[in-house]
């Protein structure tokens, strides 16, 4: 992030999560994207209109992340893509092979990608043929993008299964990756309870120089607000960016389960705050 400003001023530029759509060509009974409120941003834009969108920033853009969902079943992620200059990291499944989405002039703007491995490292649905193979979509972006950092992200549900770990960093060293455990996610068990935290950050940067967008192009500060819909700072498609904040700003709705962005700031106690803070 950059310094903080004095006053009120545009950010320098922007850091966004990017999710072009909530669907998914897996169905994992563990997965955080349970969280998201479907039925709120169940639905997508078209290519055409994110790349109006995005066109329209008028900040630069220094980074975007593109999750989901599964990112790559959104049929017109590449035309988006390759639409702009910025830099961009990627978590996907792999199911569909990269070649699809992935095209050779967005290949040296590629910072990582982060490849979920839901399966045992030597179940048959990873080490098919084709465009089914996992292992073979992992070769094929580190021949492809040899600067990216390309991450198997394993996830772990059985503590004891120990020979999935090993074969899993085993599998990830032969093809000059890294690997990253990952284990069962919870944040899915809050959707109807938000475990908000007492207390407030002060001048948190969500909202003012990193956003999270959704399919239907709303706008939440962090991550956490947007996985229980709370505190929506617009839609794109109707509000534009001038909904992005002048200024980092206190926040009091801590979600510090699952917020990425409260991590490393300074949290206040109730005690500390005054009765209309709180």
């Known amino acids: 992030m950059t310094a903080a400003p004095d006053g009120p ?15 998914c060509n897996l169905c994992c009974a563990y997965c955080a994207a349970r969280a998201f409120p479907n039925v709120t941003h169940g639905g997508h834009l078209p290519p055409k209109e994110w790349r109006r969108l995005f066109s329209e920033c008028p900040t630069p853009i220094r980074q975007v992340a593109i999750t989901g969902g599964e990112p790559s079943v959104y049929g017109g992620l590449g035309e988006v893509i390759d639409a702009f200059d910025w830099p961009f990291c990627v978590d996907t499944n792999l199911r569909i092979h990269p070649e699809k989405w992935l095209h050779p002039d967005a290949y040296e703007r590629v910072v990582a ?11 048959p649905e990873v080490n098919g043929s084709g465009l089914q193979g996992y292992w073979e979509h992992i070769a094929w972006l580190r021949e492809k993008l040899p600067q990216a ?11 004891d299964m120990p ?21 069962f996610d919870d944040r899915f068990l809050f959707k109807e309870v938000v475990p908000v935290k007492p207390g407030m950050a002060e001048a948190c940067w969500g909202g003012y120089d990193f956003a999270m967008i959704m399919p239907d192009s709303a706008v939440y500060r962090c991550i956490g ?6 505190d929506c700072l617009g839609k794109l498609t109707e509000n534009g960016w001038g909904i992005m904040l002048e200024a980092p700003h206190d926040c009091t709705t801590l979600l510090c389960t699952v917020c990425d962005m409260c991590k490393g700031k300074e949290v206040l106690p109730v005690s500390t705050m005054t009765k209309q803070e709180v």
Do not use: C
């Open 149 to 159: 950092q390309i991450v198997v992200v394993q996830v772990y549900l059985w503590r």
């Open 9 to 23: 001023e545009p950010a320098e530029s922007l850091s966004l999560i990017w999710m072009p759509t909530m669907k």
């Open 163 to 183: 020979e999935q770990w090993e074969r899993g960093i085993a599998r990830a060293a032969d093809l000059g990756v890294e690997h990253r455990p990952t284990t």
């Open 113 to 123: 990608i982060n490849a979920g491995l839901q399966f045992h490292p030597d179940h």
């Open 225 to 230: 607000h947007a996985y229980h819909a709370v």
